[in-house]
């Protein structure tokens, strides 16, 4: 006979949004039940930011063997270095694997339930289980939280597994059996550039075709400037504002066009495409509920709630910023919020954080951005170049930017580029939610010899008088 429960709160899909979602609930007593239909940490855990950042570490620690082979300065010799990437591969599943079965653990530790099936909504309270496409339970709750997350978007004329599996998303991208002589990577954006960078160190050939004239659209260029420089020393193509075709008859090149209407041919042995991610909201019946919707996404206010009484949405689902530490947020607040807790979803920031060698990391308003909305703003830069940490770490390109209110001095954004500036984005995050003003950063004593001295020197250099430059 088929089991029916009840419960306060159903959580659907378990990614970083859900699963923290369950896990403050559950911490909060509120009887949840979280269905994940996959692997318990989403494409976060199991396909997203955690394989995609062990990987490039992977290929940063290759590409330092291939670089010391070269004879370096600093007296490290190596010969011959190799990389095993079916090896490397199973090392990064060990990683995934530590991780997906911790996120289990702390569900079960903090009493949420956790149902494995697909959740195929009812309506607004109820919930049927599905696995191979029969239902084996049905839920009904007082609370649904939508958290299904996102997929990559498929370009129609050369869909995922096309040209004999040539053509692949992040996800097989992450897992590869072997490195390609030829990668074209369709997309000039976040997945494109952390993984071309990569790929390009794991030694392939590299051509990144972008549809627009820039790279990291959602980058200033001052930062991305850097990080074009970076590409074009590792010997990564960029091909700009140039509209992909589709493959070749043979198979083997990509078919491009320029603004000019003339077309040629990039070379392939794999193509990623990564033209970006668009809310899973089809296909579980969620258009049955009939939600308001924002574009693809759902739409929510402040508070994640949609346009059904106590029907929830976070993450990916419910459009950009498709971040994890978003979702994690959101999902947190929720939690708060059906505990009774008054709580808004207004954060000062949200940090983007691009790992590409060099990082970026931008965190509230850029210049430009202040400067559209209208706040008379002093900035100031403080340059890698003067930071005696990125010296000894070999790596003195980038610098560090500051925004704040001419009035008043209070800061209102920060950005990063430079290796390792990923770690940044706490401090910026921090000085952010907390108020701070030039003087409280100038004022704080930042430990010696850190990249962080480049963060106090670019607010004293706003205040006019830093001290290593
Ligand atoms: P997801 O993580 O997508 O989880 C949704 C879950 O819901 C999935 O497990 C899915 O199986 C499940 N599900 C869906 N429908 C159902 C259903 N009907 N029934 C049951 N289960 C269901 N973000 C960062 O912040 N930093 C990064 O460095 C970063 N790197 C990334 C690298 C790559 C290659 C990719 C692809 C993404 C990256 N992201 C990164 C984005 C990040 O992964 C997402 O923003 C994040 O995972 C969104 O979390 P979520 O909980 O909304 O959804
Ligand atoms: P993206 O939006 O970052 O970049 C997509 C790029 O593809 C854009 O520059 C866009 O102009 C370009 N593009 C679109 N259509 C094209 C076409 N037909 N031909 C050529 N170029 C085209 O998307 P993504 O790189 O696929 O990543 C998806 C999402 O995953 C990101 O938006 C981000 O939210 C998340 N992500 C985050 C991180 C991180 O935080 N470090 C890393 C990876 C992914």
Same mark, same amino acid.
Request: charged residues 20%; contains cysteine.
């Given at each position: 006979?088929?089991?029916?429960?009840?419960?306060?709160?159903?959580?659907?899909?378990?990614?970083?949004?859900?699963?923290? =979602?369950?896990?403050?609930?559950?911490?909060?007593?509120?009887?949840?039940?979280?269905?994940?239909?996959?692997?318990?940490?989403?494409?976060?855990?199991?396909?997203?930011?955690?394989?995609?950042?062990?990987?490039?570490?992977?290929?940063? *620690?290759?590409?330092?063997?291939?670089?010391?082979?070269?004879?370096?300065?600093?007296?490290?010799?190596?010969?011959?270095?190799?990389?095993?990437?079916?090896?490397?591969?199973?090392?990064?599943?060990?990683?995934?694997?530590?991780?997906?079965?911790?996120?289990?653990?702390?569900?079960? %530790?903090?009493?949420?339930?956790?149902?494995?099936?697909?959740?195929?909504?009812?309506?607004?309270?109820?919930?049927?289980?599905?696995?191979?496409?029969?239902?084996?339970?049905?839920?009904?709750?007082?609370?649904?939280?939508?958290?299904?997350?996102?997929?990559?978007?498929?370009?129609?004329?050369?869909?995922?597994?096309?040209?004999?599996?040539?053509?692949?998303?992040?996800?097989?991208?992450?897992?590869? #059996?072997?490195?390609?002589?030829?990668?074209?990577?369709?997309?000039?954006?976040?997945?494109?550039?952390?993984?071309?960078?990569?790929?390009?160190?794991?030694?392939?050939?590299?051509?990144?075709?972008?549809?627009?004239? !820039?790279?990291?659209?959602?980058?200033?260029?001052?930062?991305?400037?850097?990080?074009?420089?970076?590409?074009?020393?590792?010997?990564?193509?960029?091909?700009?504002?140039?509209?992909?075709?589709?493959?070749?008859?043979?198979?083997?090149?990509?078919?491009?066009?320029?603004?000019?209407?003339?077309?040629?041919?990039? =070379?392939?042995?794999?193509?990623?495409? =990564?033209?970006?991610?668009?809310?899973?909201?089809?296909?579980?019946?969620?258009?049955?509920?009939?939600?308001?919707?924002?574009?693809?996404?759902? %739409?929510?206010?402040?508070?994640?709630?949609?346009?059904? !009484?106590?029907?929830?949405?976070?993450?990916?689902?419910?459009? *950009?910023?498709?971040?994890?530490?978003?979702?994690?947020?959101?999902?947190?607040?929720?939690? *708060?919020?059906? =505990? &009774?807790? !008054?709580?808004?979803?207004?954060?000062?920031?949200?940090?983007?954080?691009?790992?590409?060698?060099?990082?970026?990391?931008?965190?509230?308003?850029?210049?430009?951005?202040?400067?559209?909305?209208?706040?008379?703003?002093?900035?100031?830069?403080?340059?890698?170049?003067?930071?005696?940490?990125?010296? #000894?770490?070999?790596?003195?390109?980038?610098?560090?930017?500051?925004?704040?209110?001419?009035?008043?001095?209070?800061?209102?954004?920060?950005?990063?580029?430079?290796?390792?500036?990923?770690?940044?984005?706490?401090?910026? &995050?921090?000085?952010?939610?907390?108020?701070?003003?030039? *003087?409280?950063?100038?004022?704080?004593?930042?430990?010696?010899?850190?990249?962080?001295?480049?963060?106090?020197?670019?607010?004293?250099?706003?205040?006019?008088?830093?001290?290593?430059?």
């Amino acid at each position: 006979m088929m089991q029916t429960q009840s419960t306060t709160l159903v959580v659907i899909g378990g990614g970083p949004g859900g699963y923290i =979602a369950a896990i403050r609930a559950a911490q909060l007593g509120i009887a949840t039940i979280l269905i994940e239909g996959d692997q318990l940490g989403g494409t976060c855990l199991n396909i997203g930011c955690i394989p995609s950042k062990a990987l490039i570490h992977a290929a940063e *620690e290759f590409e330092k063997a291939k670089h010391y082979s070269h004879g370096s300065s600093i007296g490290i010799q190596v010969s011959n270095p190799s990389i095993n990437i079916t090896q490397t591969v199973s090392w990064k599943d060990g990683i995934v694997k530590r991780l997906t079965t911790g996120v289990g653990a702390l569900l079960k %530790k903090n009493g949420a339930q956790v149902v494995k099936g697909w959740a195929q909504i009812l309506d607004g309270k109820t919930v049927a289980v599905m696995q191979d496409g029969k239902e084996v339970s049905r839920i009904t709750c007082q609370h649904l939280l939508i958290a299904s997350g996102s997929t990559p978007v498929e370009l129609p004329f050369m869909p995922f597994g096309s040209g004999s599996g040539k053509v692949v998303s992040s996800t097989e991208a992450l897992s590869p #059996t072997e490195i390609p002589k030829k990668l074209v990577v369709v997309g000039g954006g976040y997945i494109g550039l952390e993984l071309g960078i990569a790929y390009r160190k794991l030694g392939a050939e590299v051509a990144v075709v972008e549809s627009l004239d !820039r790279i990291l659209p959602a980058y200033d260029e001052d930062l991305t400037k850097v990080v074009k420089t970076a590409l074009k020393q590792l010997g990564v193509e960029v091909h700009l504002g140039l509209t992909v075709q589709g493959l070749n008859a043979t198979g083997d090149a990509v078919r491009v066009k320029n603004a000019a209407g003339e077309e040629s041919e990039l =070379a392939c042995d794999k193509v990623l495409v =990564a033209v970006g991610r668009r809310p899973r909201t089809q296909g579980f019946g969620l258009e049955s509920l009939m939600l308001d919707m924002n574009g693809r996404a759902i %739409k929510i206010d402040d508070q994640c709630r949609t346009s059904m !009484r106590d029907v929830w949405a976070i993450g990916d689902v419910a459009g *950009e910023p498709m971040l994890a530490h978003r979702a994690m947020a959101q999902g947190e607040m929720v939690a *708060e919020i059906i =505990a &009774g807790k !008054r709580r808004h979803f207004t954060p000062a920031s949200i940090p983007g954080v691009c790992f590409t060698d060099p990082e970026l990391v931008v965190v509230g308003k850029s210049p430009q951005e202040a400067q559209a909305a209208g706040i008379e703003h002093i900035t100031a830069m403080f340059p890698f170049a003067a930071n005696g940490r990125s010296m #000894t770490l070999e790596s003195s390109e980038g610098f560090v930017r500051v925004v704040a209110r001419k009035d008043n001095h209070l800061i209102v954004g920060w950005q990063a580029v430079g290796k390792g500036v990923s770690e940044l984005s706490a401090a910026f &995050g921090l000085s952010l939610e907390m108020g701070s003003t030039l *003087e409280d950063v100038a004022g704080t004593i930042h430990s010696h010899p850190t990249l962080g001295e480049a963060v106090q020197e670019a607010a004293l250099r706003a205040l006019g008088h830093a001290l290593h430059i």
